[in-house]
């Protein structure tokens, strides 16, 4: 993931950072096996540090035979119908839910997957009516070397589908279904106006239990989630919307949405404690969502290109005593270089968000469209500072 310049932006730990929690992945290999710590969780791998929370990635199915008993006891819901009713604002009413959940429902799908490494389901979200459909990477990757897709709607009704593009450094893939009429495209909202305590919904399939809702608030905005695909080589950097809504593997790619039932969020993460403490894989109320707004500009340009482009700083760091991300390499010819960043400076804010570390710099700046100006906050020499820089563009083919 180099960028323009040939720099990647990274994140990197000195042995005086503090320690950071493996961050695990949900596969779905088609029988459970030990993994080591950072891997597939479903094992009987010890850990050596307790009551740790460890973020994992939420694709489809639990696999084995727990995950094909859920899945089979899980009948098709009848159709729902779409909703035109005036949603009330500001009200955390059953009655919102249940507004909400019938007007959402007809726009999200059951994604099966499988491939040489095993099989499983995830979620997603009908974009428009030429059978567009917007989940996470880690949803198709399985698929995406010579395996397959079936799209299931809350109607019953079942299609193949193939990939139009994958990011696996975003966690957002697109993918298509042809020859299905009457399909319902989600309504799109912001995640720009989200705020911290706003009453959100999500919808999905955890576990292979097609077209469940559940409901909460948003916990924290702006926070970093890096994990991976299962397959070792595809790290996803996340400026997340953290959820209490609970969600579960199988929620993945599906939608987080506002009291309007507006489309806000994908669900693409959970943390979980720890396995030394004897804890299942699920929902402990720390539920992490792709903010709406990165998402749908990484699938347009899927759509339109196959690739998709991310923001570039160009710079390494480490993480800073006392919190924020301290530059290790400055790319000549990045939009750092030019805005005059030096090594050893301290970056503590960029775009108005506060960097606490260098994984939060990563993510903040993924978070970025490409080619836009942002303010970077920075302190040298004990002197804080503010300048503006021009962020650079890369894909993973640059």
């Known amino acids: ?72 006891r899980s009948a098709a819901p009848a159709a729902p119908t779409a909703s035109s009713a005036p949603i009330v604002v500001g009200s955390s009413s059953t009655t919102d839910i249940e507004a909400v959940s019938a007007k959402v429902l007809p726009s999200v799908v059951q994604i099966a997957f499988s491939g040489q490494a095993g099989s499983g389901t995830g979620s997603g979200v009908v ?29 019953g009704r079942t299609a193949s589908a193939t990939i139009v593009g994958r ?14 009429s009457d399909l319902v495209p989600v309504q799109l909202g912001s995640s720009a106006d989200l705020k911290v305590g706003q009453q959100v919904v999500a919808i999905g399939s955890p576990l292979g239990l097609s077209g469940t809702v559940t409901s909460g608030i948003v916990s924290a905005l702006n926070r970093p989630v890096v994990s991976g695909d299962g397959s070792g080589s595809n790290q996803s950097v996340l400026n997340a919307i953290q959820t209490d809504a609970a969600v579960n593997p199988g929620n993945s790619g599906g939608a987080l949405v506002d009291a309007q039932g507006r489309l806000v969020g994908i669900n693409s993460a959970i943390a979980t404690l ?23 500009r990484i699938a347009d340009e899927l759509v339109a290109n196959g690739v998709a482009s991310r923001a570039v700083l160009g710079v390494q760091s480490q993480d800073a005593q006392g919190g924020g991300a301290q530059l290790t390499t ?12 030096q090594v050893g400076d301290v970056v503590t804010s960029l775009g108005g968000v506060r960097i606490a570390n260098s994984e939060g710099l990563l993510a903040t700046v993924r978070s970025q469209a490409p080619s836009s100006k942002v303010d970077v906050t920075y302190v040298r020499d004990g002197r804080t500072s503010t300048v503006t820089v021009t962020l650079g563009s890369a894909t993973d083919q640059t």
């Open 1 to 72: 993931m180099a960028g323009h310049n040939g720099v990647m932006d990274t994140a990197t730990r000195t042995p005086e950072s503090p320690y950071t929690p493996p961050f695990e992945t949900f596969a779905a290999p088609a029988e459970p096996a030990p993994v080591a710590s950072g891997q597939h969780p479903r094992g009987s791998g010890s850990r050596t540090v307790a009551a740790v929370l460890a973020t994992a990635l939420l694709a489809g199915g639990v696999g084995g035979a727990v995950g094909a008993t859920l899945s089979s």
């Open 127 to 155: 974009l428009n009516k030429d059978g567009i459909i917007l989940t996470n990477n880690h949803v198709v990757a399985e698929a995406a070397d010579g395996g397959s897709l079936t799209v299931t709607f809350q109607d």
């Open 167 to 180: 990011d696996p450094g975003a966690d957002i893939a697109v993918i298509r279904v042809d020859g299905v």
């Open 274 to 296: 720890g396995a030394s403490q004897g804890a299942q894989s699920g929902s402990i109320g720390l539920g992490f969502a792709i903010p709406i707004d990165q998402a749908k």
């Open 330 to 341: 400055v790319a000549e010819g990045s939009g750092a270089a030019a805005a005059g960043l």
